[in-house]
């Protein structure tokens, strides 16, 4: 059986853990800092296994030496935001909390592939790969499939349509200023921009990109972690199923789309390699100028974060 474990056993780390285990795709390895947490849900998770028939093995620590021998290691531990925050806010608290998460991990799982969750999403993806000094197909940030996701359910509701005809793209930075790109979207192959009146899309458009704010907001606290941690699952599944499934992720940069040094969301090819290809779409005048300033917004916090620590 193959290996994931997944660092930070809060609300998205054990819900991935679930999503996870009912694909019954290896065994499962929860770590937290909390004492006992990690130990406790790994064991009502492993009790309902004979309930719902997968033979997974499901275990809890607080110690890094469990996670010896993943073939994924998901990060997700560290502080969600609160009302009023933006991701952004989160990178000092978060910053050590993911950096120690990644060289421990590694000591244990040299060959692991990182899919990381804790947000700042695409500045923690680039502290992990610098941190660990990886191939850049071997850490890749959970983004776009979230953000897409929100877009499809908004789309279905207002279209009528199943979930299933909807294919929509936010690329871009995982951040107010992300990129849903309305001509590549589409409703059974019809470009949304043509399939709904232009005001609906862009209402839906706005509320994509708030929609991790507008969850926090009615949350109170905590962010959202069912549609994370589906997200994550789904990208772990095409690793270990070398499925090369193309799916928007936030991969390291090196000039595609004109973009260097950071990790930015584009549509990405998963299979065993990890991120095993960037697809690069031509993008109009608009597009380029959107590209363009949510690529700044992530510089700035990847430059924020030089200033914390030495990368
Ligand atoms: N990229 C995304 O789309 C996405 C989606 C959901 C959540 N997130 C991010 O994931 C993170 C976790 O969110 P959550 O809702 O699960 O929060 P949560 O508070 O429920 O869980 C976080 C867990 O991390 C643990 N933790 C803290 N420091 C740790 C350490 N040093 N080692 C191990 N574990 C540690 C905490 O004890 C806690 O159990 C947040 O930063 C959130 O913003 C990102």
Sequence with gaps: MQKISIIGAGMTGATTALWLAERELADLVLVDVVEGMPQGKGLDML??????????????SNDYAATGDSDIIIITAGLPRKPGMSRDDLLSANADVVGKAATETLKYSPDAIYVVLTNPLDTMAYLTLKLNKLPR????????????????AFVAHEAGVSVENIQCYVLGGHGDEMVPLTRHSNVAGIALRDY????KLEAIVNRTRKGGGEIVNLLKSGSAYYAPSAAVAQMSEAILKDKH???PCSAYMQGEYGLNDIFFGVPVMLGRGG???IIEYELD?????A??????AVKETHEALKKLVKI
């Design 245 to 247: 499934l193309i799916l």
């Design 196 to 199: 709904l009146p232009a005001d």
């Design 275 to 277: 991120m095993e290809k």
């Design 291 to 296: 590209f363009a300033k949510s690529a700044a």
């Design 137 to 152: 197909e071997r850490v890749i940030g959970q983004a776009g499939v979230l953000d897409s996701a929100r877009m499809r």
């Design 47 to 60: 009790e309902t296994m004979p309930i719902i028939g997968r033979d997974v093995e499901i275990v809890g």
């Design 285 to 289: 005048a608009d597009e380029k100028v």
